[in-house]
């Protein structure tokens, strides 16, 4: 029994109810309660979260050169990449064109933020979801250094290595202060790695959370701090100057050399360590294909990299742009961010208010009123929800659509894209993946393929650094300096009305700003951020979000230890860092999670 | 044989500004830095809501001390001094929010790598309001900056990095730019409530 969805789900909520609920609901915390069967599967799911919407109140009546300063705030982790999709929306708006170098300095800054963000989510955030801390105390360090030797020819790896790292993490253990591996399942059977590939991954942890140090030099180098790197509409805020020794801010040979360095290490670390232990665990779960949600039916990339400066067009754009719908992979529509008919926000599930709640609106439009009310169903008080009811608002993300499907954003959409293209740099990465573990291509579509194209993605702009930071370098040499425009900087150059829009592939996904512009102050800002398309609550048609369809059918161990939940919300690396803990039905607190 | 290297301190200010309350941390450190100069071994970050993403300022660090919003169910604006192991287990004891769960991961990797400091402090902030989207601080908590700096100094001295006040008037390079330092941000914002 129960409920079709127009997109693809049958939904049965007369299961047990089982609610991952956060300790507060301030500041970006999400919660999902999903129904099991009897036999503990899933068979729907609700996703709610109070990402932060308010920054088109903040921003009104305000300078639109200092707008990135602003959006650089909204979140904890994706800092730059907002900040750039800002300015980016008020060249837009205004018409600048950026010299050739700001392109290749900002495409270094975007993708130094995915390489950076990819290996601290999948390290820090995501592989305690597949790796049992607790188990790799009772690993082998000889065999360890076997497996670890056998897989990649990254140098720390000998017996002696494990056994020492083997030491520090049971001494950390023993003084009981769990510290940033407390809040696990360990023991849980949904863990399957044997001790010693669980040693090899923590020893990794630790070198990764050693290494992401270096790669934020970058953006100290380019941004003139880190965190909350310096912007600039127009350009990039440093100036170049190859002759000047450590000159105050400017950039010049020294500099570029260590910047090359850092790259080199990343690519390294990329080949050596990320992607050989992503291909080492997934061999352990390559029969849990759950998780793929809307992944095989509906995806959507905005695109971003452009090769050439001022030219934001699908063929200038080096990772691709493009939507799938309804898994059909041989056809791959073009994406118009301008269209009203494209892009569109609904409520009727939100916490908001519309005119008109069976009608979405196009971002240039949206407007931003609360409506905060539960629907009948609901248990619980507004200050204390002990359980939704989805069939009225549930929560403060509001649902994107694009030509009305809910889409899937992220690594995974955009690899899927770029392989729909059959675009080489894209697809053979992915089918030698799929081949090492002996998987057909339906199972890239899984929680496992959106960890494992986070990986290849990271592989890819590592070495995409390279390019543009030899790019860069090249133009220099040739005697082209210019690293900003600053023919419109003055507001009385401005027209007196305009709007624009800016779009990046942050490392979780699409986003996009909308600006309009009036007598030279800002007059609407609009953001659709990545998790609003993959947290979004179902639309008005009964369409269920990204979240929400990638916890479908998917069995669970046991209830009261929702790995498998966490498991797949990660893989989204939801901008959501937040504490849980999981309810009983009835409200009783069961046990405590953190989503990380 | 020269005299011995001073100790790097870190001072250290973490919270969203643009949520009410929850900017106690960054606007503390600001208001530090308008009031008081601090020796070279001294550094000032606003850490916004990074998280995890500061560990290598906390590693780099002999001494950190910490501005931030914490809930201890105090009346709002009552500043309490947390310092060495309290801090982690203080900003474990309630988490109210994101970076806060963020900050005690970010000490305990400090550990794992082997760098935690060797002195640790805390000035929390106990908010009224972290729930206005957009909104400024509350007036109890808005109250409580200057204290909130002038403590961090006597803590400061403790540690052997005497700051001086600056005089009225003296200006002090601006911590945040581009309009949202806390005068440009207070002074005008409108606010929408989340209702509930």
Same mark, same amino acid.
């Given at each position: 029994?129960? &409920?079709?969805?127009?997109?693809?789900?049958?939904?049965?909520?007369?299961?047990?109810?089982?609610?991952?609920?956060?300790?507060?609901?301030?500041?970006?915390?999400?919660?999902? @309660?999903?129904?099991?069967?009897?036999?503990?599967?899933?068979?729907?799911?609700?996703?709610?979260?109070?990402?932060?919407?308010?920054? %088109?109140?903040?921003?009104?009546?305000?300078?639109?050169?200092?707008?990135?300063?602003?959006?650089?705030?909204?979140?904890?982790?994706?800092?730059?990449?907002?900040?750039?999709? $800002?300015? /980016?929306?008020?060249?837009?708006?205004?018409?600048?064109?950026?010299?050739?170098?700001?392109?290749?300095?900002?495409?270094?800054?975007?993708?130094?933020?995915?390489?950076?963000?990819?290996?601290?989510?999948?390290?820090?955030?995501?592989?305690?979801?597949?790796? +049992?801390?607790?188990?790799?105390?009772?690993?082998?360090?000889?065999?360890?250094?076997?497996?670890?030797?056998?897989?990649?020819?990254?140098?720390?790896?000998?017996?002696?290595?494990?056994?020492?790292?083997?030491?520090?993490?049971? /001494?950390?253990?023993?003084?009981?202060?769990?510290?940033?591996?407390?809040?696990?399942?360990?023991?849980?059977?949904?863990?399957?790695?044997?001790?010693?590939?669980?040693?090899?991954?923590?020893?990794?942890?630790? %070198?990764?959370?050693?290494?992401?140090?270096?790669?934020?030099?970058?953006? #100290?180098?380019?941004?003139?701090?880190?965190?909350?790197?310096?912007?600039?509409?127009?350009?990039?805020?440093?100036?170049?100057?190859?002759?000047? &020794?450590?000159?105050?801010?400017?950039?010049?040979?020294?500099?570029?050399?260590?910047?090359?360095?850092?790259?080199?290490?990343?690519? #390294?670390?990329?080949?050596? &360590?990320?992607?050989?232990?992503?291909?080492?665990?997934?061999?352990?779960?390559?029969?849990?294909?759950?998780?793929?949600?809307?992944?095989?039916?509906?995806?959507?990339?905005?695109?971003?990299?452009?090769?050439?400066?001022?030219?934001?067009? !699908?063929?200038?754009?080096?990772?691709?742009?493009?939507?799938?719908?309804?898994?059909? =992979?041989?056809?791959?529509?073009?994406?118009?961010?301008?269209?009203?008919?494209?892009?569109?926000?609904?409520?009727?599930? $939100?916490?908001?208010?519309?005119?008109?709640?069976? *009608?979405?609106?196009?971002?240039?439009?949206?407007?931003?009123?609360?409506?905060?009310?539960?629907?009948?169903?609901? *248990?619980?008080?507004?200050?204390?929800?002990?359980?939704?009811?989805?069939?009225?608002?549930?929560?403060?993300?509001?649902?994107?659509?694009?030509?009305?499907?809910?889409?899937?954003?992220?690594?995974?959409?955009?690899?899927?894209?770029?392989?729909?293209?059959?675009?080489?740099?894209?697809?053979?990465?992915?089918?030698?993946?799929?081949? +090492?573990?002996?998987?057909?291509?339906?199972?890239?579509?899984?929680?496992?393929? /959106?960890?494992?194209?986070?990986?290849?993605?990271?592989?890819?702009?590592?070495?995409?650094?390279?390019?543009?930071?030899?790019?860069?370098?090249? #133009?220099?040499?040739?005697?082209?300096?210019?690293?900003?425009?600053?023919?419109?900087?003055?507001?009385?150059?401005?027209?007196?009305?305009?709007?624009?829009?800016?779009?990046?592939?942050?490392?979780?996904?699409?986003?996009?700003?909308?600006?309009?512009?009036?007598?030279?102050?800002?007059?609407?800002?609009?953001?659709?951020?990545?998790?609003?398309?993959?947290?979004?609550? /179902?639309?008005?048609?009964?369409?269920?979000? !990204?979240?929400?369809?990638?916890?479908?059918?998917?069995?669970?161990?046991?209830?009261?230890?929702?790995?498998?939940?966490?498991?797949?919300?990660?893989?989204?690396?939801?901008?959501?860092?937040?504490?849980?803990?999981?309810?009983?039905?009835?409200?009783?607190?069961?046990?405590?999670?953190?989503?990380? | 044989?020269?005299?011995?290297?001073?100790?790097?301190?870190?001072?250290?200010?973490?919270?969203?500004?643009?949520?009410?309350?929850?900017?106690?941390?960054?606007?503390? =450190?600001?208001?530090?830095?308008?009031?008081?100069?601090?020796?070279?071994?001294?550094?000032?970050?606003?850490?916004?809501?990074?998280?995890?993403?500061?560990?290598?300022? &906390?590693?780099?660090?002999?001494?950190?001390?910490?501005?931030?919003?914490?809930?201890?169910?105090?009346?709002?604006?009552?500043?309490?001094?947390?310092?060495?192991?309290?801090?982690?287990?203080?900003?474990?004891?309630?988490?109210?929010?994101?970076?806060?769960?963020?900050?005690?991961?970010?000490?305990?990797?400090?550990?794992?790598?082997?760098?935690?400091?060797?002195?640790?402090?805390?000035?929390?902030?106990?908010? =009224?309001?972290?729930?206005?989207?957009?909104?400024?601080?509350? !007036?109890?908590?808005?109250?409580?900056?200057?204290?909130?700096?002038?403590?961090?100094?006597?803590?400061?001295?403790?540690?052997?990095?005497?700051?001086?006040?600056?005089?009225?008037? @003296?200006?002090?390079?601006?911590?945040?730019?581009?309009?949202?330092?806390?005068?440009?941000? @207070?002074?005008?914002?409108?606010?929408?409530?989340?209702?509930?």
């Amino acid at each position: 029994m129960g &409920v079709q969805t127009p997109n693809g789900f049958n939904l049965d909520n007369s299961g047990k109810r089982v609610v991952v609920d956060p300790v507060t609901r301030i500041e970006g915390h999400m919660r999902v @309660e999903v129904n099991v069967d009897s036999d503990n599967v899933i068979r729907n799911a609700v996703s709610t979260g109070t990402m932060w919407r308010g920054i %088109e109140v903040i921003l009104r009546g305000r300078d639109p050169r200092d707008a990135w300063a602003f959006t650089e705030r909204i979140c904890g982790v994706c800092t730059g990449t907002h900040a750039l999709t $800002s300015v /980016r929306a008020v060249e837009d708006a205004l018409q600048i064109r950026i010299p050739e170098n700001a392109n290749s300095i900002r495409n270094i800054m975007q993708l130094t933020l995915q390489v950076h963000d990819h290996i601290v989510h999948f390290y820090h955030l995501h592989a305690l979801d597949w790796v +049992d801390v607790v188990s790799a105390l009772s690993a082998d360090p000889k065999a360890t250094s076997a497996l670890a030797q056998s897989i990649s020819p990254w140098p720390l790896s000998s017996p002696g290595y494990f056994k020492d790292l083997q030491g520090r993490l049971k /001494r950390f253990v023993d003084s009981g202060q769990l510290g940033p591996f407390k809040n696990g399942y360990w023991g849980s059977k949904a863990y399957r790695l044997p001790p010693e590939a669980n040693l090899m991954a923590v020893a990794h942890y630790l %070198e990764a959370l050693d290494f992401q140090k270096d790669i934020v030099k970058i953006h #100290t180098i380019f941004g003139g701090k880190n965190p909350h790197p310096n912007w600039l509409v127009g350009g990039v805020p440093c100036p170049i100057n190859v002759d000047g &020794v450590g000159g105050v801010g400017a950039i010049n040979m020294e500099r570029l050399n260590y910047v090359a360095e850092i790259i080199d290490r990343s690519i #390294t670390f990329t080949d050596q &360590v990320y992607l050989p232990d992503v291909q080492a665990i997934g061999s352990f779960y390559k029969d849990w294909l759950y998780g793929g949600g809307l992944s095989g039916k509906s995806v959507l990339a905005y695109g971003d990299i452009p090769e050439n400066a001022n030219d934001y067009s !699908a063929k200038n754009l080096l990772l691709p742009q493009g939507a799938i719908i309804d898994g059909n =992979l041989n056809e791959i529509h073009p994406v118009d961010l301008r269209n009203s008919n494209e892009i569109q926000e609904f409520v009727a599930h $939100s916490w908001y208010e519309y005119p008109d709640e069976t *009608k979405g609106l196009h971002p240039w439009d949206g407007v931003t009123v609360p409506n905060y009310k539960l629907g009948p169903n609901a *248990k619980g008080t507004k200050t204390n929800i002990e359980s939704l009811d989805e069939s009225g608002k549930y929560s403060w993300i509001k649902a994107p659509r694009w030509k009305g499907h809910a889409m899937e954003v992220g690594p995974l959409a955009r690899w899927i894209v770029g392989y729909a293209q059959a675009k080489p740099e894209f697809k053979e990465p992915v089918d030698k993946l799929l081949k +090492d573990l002996g998987l057909p291509t339906a199972a890239l579509f899984s929680t496992l393929g /959106r960890t494992a194209a986070r990986a290849l993605e990271c592989q890819w702009a590592a070495y995409k650094l390279k390019h543009f930071q030899d790019k860069l370098i090249a #133009t220099i040499k040739a005697g082209d300096s210019s690293t900003a425009n600053v023919d419109k900087w003055e507001p009385s150059t401005w027209p007196s009305e305009v709007k624009g829009v800016g779009f990046t592939e942050a490392p979780r996904g699409a986003l996009a700003h909308w600006i309009k512009i009036k007598d030279t102050k800002i007059e609407n800002y609009q953001a659709v951020v990545p998790t609003t398309w993959n947290g979004s609550p /179902r639309d008005p048609q009964g369409n269920i979000g !990204a979240f929400e369809a990638s916890l479908m059918n998917t069995p669970m161990v046991d209830p009261n230890q929702p790995v498998e939940i966490l498991r797949t919300l990660h893989s989204f690396d939801p901008c959501l860092a937040c504490s849980t803990h999981v309810m009983s039905a009835d409200g009783q607190e069961m046990a405590k999670v953190t989503v990380r | 044989m020269g005299a011995p290297l001073a100790k790097k301190i870190l001072v250290l200010g973490i919270g969203n500004i643009l949520w009410a309350d929850e900017g106690f941390g960054v606007r503390a =450190l600001e208001t530090f830095n308008a009031f008081y100069e601090a020796p070279g071994n001294v550094s000032l970050l606003d850490g916004g809501t990074q998280g995890l993403y500061l560990v290598q300022f &906390v590693e780099e660090a002999d001494r950190l001390l910490v501005f931030d919003a914490i809930d201890y169910g105090l009346e709002p604006g009552t500043l309490k001094i947390v310092q060495g192991d309290e801090v982690p287990k203080f900003t474990g004891a309630k988490k109210m929010s994101l970076h806060q769960t963020g900050f005690q991961e970010v000490l305990s990797a400090a550990d794992l790598l082997g760098a935690y400091p060797e002195k640790l402090a805390l000035i929390g902030c106990q908010p =009224l309001d972290l729930e206005d989207w957009g909104g400024p601080l509350t !007036a109890p908590v808005r109250e409580r900056l200057l204290q909130a700096a002038e403590l961090a100094a006597v803590i400061l001295d403790q540690w052997g990095a005497p700051c001086r006040r600056r005089a009225p008037g @003296e200006a002090a390079a601006a911590l945040l730019g581009n309009d949202i330092d806390f005068q440009s941000y @207070e002074t005008r914002i409108p606010t929408i409530r989340t209702g509930g």
